[in-house]
C-alpha cells in the first residue's frame, strides 16, 4: 500500500479529546443533578414546605391599612374592627382600636396574623363591649349601635389599594347602642304589690 493510502486512514482518538468528554458526561449525570437537589433542599427550608410555598405563591397582594374610629365625635378605644372582601379573592382583616381609636389592619395567613389587607372593597364592622368581671352565661353588653356589628347591616366601606398612604381611614359611628334590660328593683317582684297589701291590712 502507498504512502498516500497511509495518510487517508482516519487516525486514532485522542487520549485527551476522550478524557474531556468522559468528564462533561459526570458533571451532566451526576454533579448538574446533585446540584438542582441542594438548590431545592435549600428553597424548601426558607419556605418550609412545598404547600407552604404555594400558598405563599397564591397569596393574595396585601398592603398595609388602617385608621381611626370614632364614636360619636370621640375617639372609641377597645373596639374591634373587622373587614370582608365583597368580592372573592380577598381575605378577610382584623384591628383592634387604641385608647385614641386608631387601629392597624392584620390578615390571619395559615394560623399568623399578617399586617395588611388585601387589595379590594371590604364591608366594615365595629363593635366594643362592655368590660365585664367573671364567666357570665349572657353576652357582656355591646357599647356602640347595633348596624355596625354586623357586615349586613353595616354601611361601613372601605377600598383597599396598592398604595398605603391611600389606605388611612376613619370611621364615625352614629345612632345610639342596644337598650340594657332594667334588673328589677329589690322588693318589687312579681307579688310585690300584693305582700305590701296584706302586710298593710295586718297593721290595721
Given amino acids: 500500500m502507498s504512502a498516500a493510502g497511509e495518510s487517508s486512514l482516519p487516525s486514532p482518538p485522542d487520549a485527551a479529546q476522550a478524557g474531556s468528554k468522559l468528564r462533561w458526561k459526570v458533571v451532566l449525570l451526576v454533579i448538574v443533578p446533585v446540584i438542582i437537589v441542594a438548590l431545592a433542599v435549600v428553597v424548601f427550608s426558607a419556605?418550609?414546605?412545598?404547600?407552604?410555598?404555594?400558598?405563599?405563591?397564591?397569596?393574595?397582594?396585601?398592603?398595609?391599612?388602617?385608621?381611626?374610629?370614632?364614636?360619636?365625635?370621640?375617639?372609641?378605644?377597645?373596639?374591634?374592627?373587622?373587614?370582608?372582601?365583597?368580592?372573592?379573592?380577598?381575605?378577610?382583616?382584623?384591628?383592634?382600636?387604641?385608647?385614641?381609636?386608631?387601629?392597624?389592619?392584620?390578615?390571619?395567613?395559615?394560623?399568623?396574623?399578617?399586617?395588611?389587607?388585601?387589595v379590594g372593597e371590604h364591608g366594615v364592622t365595629v363593635s366594643a363591649?362592655?368590660?365585664?368581671?367573671?364567666?357570665?352565661?349572657?353576652?357582656?353588653?355591646?357599647?356602640?349601635?347595633?348596624?355596625?356589628?354586623?357586615?349586613?347591616?353595616?354601611?361601613?366601606?372601605?377600598?383597599?389599594?396598592?398604595?398605603?398612604?391611600d389606605n388611612q381611614f376613619k370611621f364615625d359611628l352614629q345612632g345610639e347602642p342596644p337598650t340594657r334590660p332594667q334588673r328589677p328593683t329589690k322588693g318589687k317582684g312579681k307579688g310585690s304589690d300584693e305582700e305590701k297589701a296584706d302586710a298593710d291590712a295586718g297593721e290595721r
Fill in 129 to 165: 363591649y362592655e368590660v365585664t368581671s367573671g364567666a357570665g352565661a349572657s353576652a357582656p353588653p355591646l357599647l356602640t349601635p347595633t348596624q355596625y356589628a354586623a357586615v349586613e347591616t353595616s354601611p361601613l366601606r372601605i377600598t383597599i389599594g396598592r398604595n398605603p398612604n
Fill in 47 to 118: 419556605f418550609g414546605d412545598l404547600d407552604r410555598l404555594l400558598s405563599d405563591l397564591s397569596r393574595p397582594a396585601m398592603v398595609p391599612a388602617g385608621g381611626q374610629v370614632l364614636f360619636k365625635g370621640q375617639p372609641l378605644p377597645n373596639a374591634q374592627v373587622m373587614t370582608a372582601p365583597t368580592r372573592g379573592g380577598g381575605l378577610p382583616a382584623l384591628g383592634w382600636t387604641d385608647d385614641e381609636g386608631r387601629f392597624t389592619l392584620k390578615t390571619d395567613i395559615r394560623g399568623s396574623y399578617v399586617e395588611g389587607a388585601t
